[in-house]
């Protein structure tokens, strides 16, 4: 009897096999389909990494901080402690693992910070360099390095900017 997974496995796999080009005739007269070869082999690639996925598949349950803030085109020097670090705990016994935040109007949206994303720029370093000295500051990493925050990536467009931390990996 076929179950709900299976079904939906030979579905996926009837639709992967669907080609669009012709068959062609080789020289030495067998006909070959180049699009059905290439998804044959990657139907038996995927079938291979799924069949050993727990030898390099971790699950972990993870703590994430997620905060937005409209920033109002200034380079507040208030502190970032209150936003970012507020839930980790009277003793910040619970910090995130990662922290991604999203900025707004970094920059006055005008015809020239629209066209030229120089100040952008500059707005967007100066947030992640403020964000990782909150994140960073001895009282909340306890004057260990392992449990600080290594910047991960960042995002801007004119007035947007989104940046992603994550803890130090020995500290996970």
Do not use: H
């Amino acid at each position: 009897m076929a179950t709900p997974t299976t079904d939906r496995r030979s579905s996926l796999e009837d639709t992967m096999l669907t080609t669009r080009t012709p068959d062609e005739e080789t020289e030495d007269g067998r006909i070959r389909n180049r699009e059905a070869a290439t998804k044959i082999r990657d139907a038996w690639i995927y079938k291979q990494i799924r069949a050993r996925q727990d030898e390099f598949t971790q699950y972990r349950t993870a703590r994430f901080f997620l905060g937005t803030w409209n920033v109002n085109a200034k380079g507040k020097e208030e502190s970032l402690d209150e936003f970012l670090t507020k839930d980790w705990g009277p003793n910040q016994e619970y910090p995130p693992d990662i922290v991604c935040v999203g900025l707004q109007e970094m920059v006055d949206l005008n015809a020239v910070n629209v066209t030229v994303e120089t100040k952008s720029q500059q707005r967007s370093q100066f947030w992640v360099e403020r964000i990782r000295s909150t994140l960073n500051q001895p009282k909340y990493t306890r004057n260990d390095p392992s449990r600080g925050y290594t910047f991960l990536t960042q995002r801007y467009l004119v007035g947007l900017l989104i940046c992603v931390f994550v803890r130090n990996a020995t500290s996970l």
